[in-house]
């Protein structure tokens, strides 16, 4: 499966972005999907999640509130709604996708097995 983020750019702050992950396939519907963002200098952090065909989500304190999952099982893509965007929020975002995850792993990267390439999101103060 090969995932594909896109929506980025340069907002200001309080602006709303939303994030797209397309996949090759259909998939969403019945896999765990992931947000995650790595800000520069910084290790990449939990985001957001979707957990398998459930309408299971779980979001990071820092995210909680403004930022929202949904999934186009159409379009086979999974978005994330971002709004209130604050500049602590600057980061390159990546999508990511698993079969195999537990509920209890959903926040830790090494759980995914499949990632898109990242899209960047720069929030100006």
């Known amino acids: 499966v090969q995932l594909q983020a896109s929506g980025g750019g340069l907002v200001q702050a309080g602006d709303s972005l939303r994030l797209s992950c397309a996949a090759s396939?259909?998939?969403?519907?019945?896999?765990?999907v992931g947000w995650f963002r790595q800000a520069p200098g910084k290790e990449r952090e939990f985001v957001a999640s979707k957990f398998r065909s459930s309408n299971n989500f779980v979001y990071a304190d820092s995210v909680k509130d403004r930022f929202t999952i949904s999934t186009d099982n159409a379009k086979n893509t999974v978005h994330l709604q971002m709004n209130n965007l604050k500049p602590d929020d600057t980061a390159v975002y990546y999508c990511a996708m698993s079969s195999t995850i537990i509920a209890s792993e959903r926040r830790n990267p090494r759980s995914y097995q499949h990632w898109g390439q990242g899209t960047l999101v720069t929030v100006s103060s």
């Open positions: 396939e259909r998939t969403f519907s019945r896999n765990s």
